[in-house]
């Protein structure tokens, strides 16, 4: 039987913890030293989350690094060698322009130009204000281009080397010099009418400069290279280019001798005269080259911007009139051409004559004249010139005014060229008909008026006119200008018969004994013509103009001069007259061009 007791006892000793693993709890810590433990032996979250941010930076940092460095250093280096590169445009050296013995007329020299890189400007008014000191100009402006957005902009072009010199040595951050052509002209406005003129850029903007620009300019370069921070290129850096190509010379038929005294003469008459404008024309008329075409007023292109736009233009070329009386000698070929009349023809001609409703009188008054139509050409008579006009028709006298090269180009390719105006004659009135048998009611430009008197000099057939001889291109390859087409317009009987008929008009019985020359047979035409005014619509003022041809018998130059609305007088025979007997004798010498010892025949001008 088991008791109690023993049970009990049992039970304590089954609760006791066996000896080896017994370990007495100890005291408890305070809270304050519990909660230091927490914290030094224990992280927080937010440690964690800063620790693993930081180590996640170091990792994008490192990786980049690595990426800068080694793989993409070959990109960020050429980046580098990118932004201090400069690319610029090279001009061509445009080509020259020289008249028909290689005299140069305009040629292009070495000039150096000065531009900035803007964003490496430092203090753009006190660069402005040093360049300018040196320079000239507007400080406000030069300042203006120095804050350009860009890394380039032009501060001077065509300058000479000394003065972008003295400017690169201010050492001014962001500035520095290029290499580049400039136009000059040895002759200042020597053919500066015909020649015209460049823009900043080298491209041509009037005369041959703009007719011709394409063979003249030739083909632009391009220059690569490395700068440093100021701008200023690298002597050991890269440099790389594509080098122009240089433009092609024209030469041109023009004498320059010839074309100097054509222009001295002409300026002092217009002067002289109070002429608004002229021109002054020679010309060979068997082969239409043109050996001076003088205008005034005039111009030095390498000053253009300073001339009015008006003094830039070609007057020979641009501006038509109506050219009175020189344009009888197309009535007298048609006339004689048709048999209407011989020069020895009476004509009766009337103090005044009606046509329609006008009344139309000579220059001076007279009665009732006895004239051979020789003397109507050499006295200049309208009333005359119109009755012949009557029996030829005006049918044949268009035809006449259009084979001379009215109503059309002259063929010459000159800018800025008028062909004139030339009616049909179905579109002309009763008056019409009469007036431009004598020169009105129809226009024309001076150069188309010279080839007229060209064409009688040459025997009647008519040859354009012509200003560029040949075309040398940058290897000095010579390609000539293609000869123009010839078209006989009359007979050299008609021809030849005109040509003594007008030696009448230089002689003390006609109108322009002042024309005469010494030695010389000359033969030739007045003309004093009234002029149109837009303005009113009406007629106003005249056009005085005088074209003849030497030696008469034998011609070998023709020179025509027309003065615009002159001041100071306003007939032919004594304002036009007397410059082409200058011009017209320093040309027979220049040329060398003998007398042909001939005595010029004994005209009858009368029936008397």
Same mark, same amino acid.
């Given at each position: 039987m088991t008791s109690s007791v023993g049970t009990r006892e049992r039970s304590r000793v089954a609760a006791r913890p066996t000896a080896p693993t017994a370990r007495r709890t100890p005291p408890a810590a305070p809270r304050s030293l519990r909660r230091s433990r927490v914290r030094l032996g224990r992280p927080s979250?937010?440690?964690?989350?800063?620790?693993?941010?930081?180590?996640?930076?170091?990792?994008?940092?490192?990786?980049?690094?690595?990426? &800068?460095? /080694? $793989?993409? @250093?070959?990109?960020?280096?050429?980046? =580098?060698? +990118?932004?201090?590169?400069? %690319?610029?445009?090279?001009?061509?050296?445009?080509?020259?322009?020289?008249?028909?013995?290689?005299?140069?007329?305009?040629?292009?020299?070495?000039?150096?130009?000065?531009?900035?890189?803007?964003?490496?400007?430092?203090?753009?008014?006190?660069?402005?204000?040093?360049?300018?000191?040196?320079?000239?100009?507007?400080?406000?402006?030069?300042?203006?281009?120095?804050?350009?957005?860009?890394?380039?902009?032009?501060?001077?072009?065509?300058?000479?080397?000394?003065?972008?010199?003295?400017?690169?040595?201010?050492?001014?951050?962001?500035?520095?010099?290029?290499?580049?052509?400039?136009?000059?002209?040895?002759?200042?406005?020597?053919?500066?009418?015909?020649?015209?003129?460049?823009?900043?850029?080298?491209?041509? &903007?009037? /005369? $041959?400069? @703009?007719?011709?620009?394409?063979?003249? =300019?030739? +083909?632009?370069?391009?220059? %690569?290279?490395e700068v440093d921070p100021a701008g200023r290129q690298i002597p050991s850096g890269e440099h790389s280019g594509t080098p122009p190509v240089p433009g092609s010379s024209?030469?041109?038929?023009?004498?320059?001798?010839?074309?100097?005294?054509?222009?001295?003469?002409?300026?002092?008459?217009?002067?002289?005269?109070?002429?608004?404008?002229?021109?002054?024309?020679?010309?060979?008329p068997h082969t239409g080259e043109v050996l001076a075409l003088a205008g005034a007023p005039t111009f030095d292109p390498d000053q253009q911007g300073a001339a009015p736009e008006a003094a830039r233009g070609d007057p020979a070329v641009s501006e038509v009139y109506e050219p009175g009386s020189v344009n009888k000698v197309i009535t007298a070929a048609a006339a004689l051409e048709a048999g209407v009349v011989t020069p020895d023809t009476p004509v009766t001609v009337p103090p005044t004559l009606a046509v329609y409703d006008r009344v139309f009188h000579d220059a001076e008054e007279h009665g009732v004249e006895h004239l051979t139509f020789t003397g109507v050409l050499a006295k200049s008579s309208n009333i005359g010139t119109v009755l012949v006009a009557q029996q030829l028709g005006k049918t044949k006298l268009y035809d006449a005014l259009r084979g001379f090269g009215f109503g059309q180009s002259s063929g010459a390719g000159l800018a800025g060229e008028s062909a004139g105006i030339l009616p049909p004659p179905d579109k002309w009135s009763g008056t019409q008909a009469a007036t431009i048998a004598f020169g009105q009611g129809v226009s024309v430009n001076a150069l188309q008026m010279a080839s007229v008197y060209a064409t009688v000099a040459n025997d009647g057939v008519r040859v354009p006119p012509r200003v560029v001889r040949d075309t040398i291109g940058s290897d000095g390859r010579l390609s000539p200008t293609p000869a123009p087409g010839r078209t006989t317009v009359v007979s050299p009987k008609t021809a030849q018969e005109l040509r003594t008929m007008l030696e009448?008009?230089?002689?003390?019985?006609?109108?322009?004994?002042?024309?005469?020359?010494?030695?010389?047979?000359?033969?030739?035409?007045?003309?004093?013509?009234?002029?149109?005014?837009?303005?009113?619509?009406?007629?106003?003022?005249?056009?005085?103009?005088?074209?003849?041809?030497?030696?008469?018998?034998?011609?070998?130059?023709?020179?025509?001069?027309?003065?615009?609305?002159?001041?100071?007088?306003?007939?032919?025979?004594?304002?036009?007259?007397?410059?082409?007997?200058?011009?017209?004798?320093?040309?027979?010498?220049?040329?060398?061009?003998?007398?042909?010892?001939?005595?010029?025949?004994?005209?009858?001008?009368?029936?008397?």
């Open positions: 979250r937010r440690l964690h989350v800063a620790l693993a941010a930081a180590l996640t930076v170091l990792v994008v940092l490192a990786g980049r690094l690595v990426q &800068l460095q /080694g $793989l993409d @250093a070959p990109a960020y280096a050429a980046q =580098a060698a +990118k932004q201090r590169l400069r %690319t610029v445009a090279m001009p061509a050296p445009r080509g020259e322009i020289l008249d028909r013995n290689g005299n140069r007329l305009a040629g292009t020299v070495p000039a150096r130009a000065l531009f900035a890189d803007p964003m490496l400007v430092v203090d753009p008014p006190a660069t402005a204000a040093r360049i300018t000191a040196l320079l000239g100009g507007d400080p406000a402006a030069m300042e203006e281009k120095l804050r350009r957005p860009g890394r380039f902009v032009y501060l001077g072009r065509g300058l000479e080397a000394d003065q972008v010199d003295r400017v690169l040595s201010l050492g001014l951050p962001g500035i520095g010099s290029l290499s580049e052509t400039k136009r000059v002209h040895p002759g200042a406005d020597l053919a500066a009418n015909v020649i015209g003129f460049t823009g900043q850029d080298g491209n041509g &903007l009037g /005369g $041959l400069e @703009a007719t011709f620009d394409g063979v003249l =300019a030739g +083909k632009s370069g391009r220059e %690569t290279m024209l030469q041109l038929t023009l004498d320059r001798d010839i074309q100097w005294q054509a222009q001295q003469a002409l300026v002092a008459q217009v002067q002289a005269t109070g002429s608004r404008s002229g021109s002054v024309i020679v010309m060979d009448a008009v230089t002689s003390n019985e006609g109108t322009a004994p002042e024309a005469r020359i010494d030695g010389f047979r000359v033969a030739g035409k007045t003309g004093t013509s009234q002029r149109v005014d837009p303005t009113c619509g009406c007629y106003r003022g005249y056009t005085a103009s005088f074209v003849g041809m030497a030696p008469a018998d034998n011609p070998q130059l023709v020179v025509a001069v027309v003065l615009q609305d002159p001041q100071n007088g306003h007939f032919g025979g004594t304002l036009a007259a007397p410059v082409f007997h200058d011009v017209m004798a320093f040309a027979l010498q220049a040329r060398q061009i003998p007398p042909t010892g001939t005595a010029a025949p004994t005209a009858k001008l009368t029936t008397d």
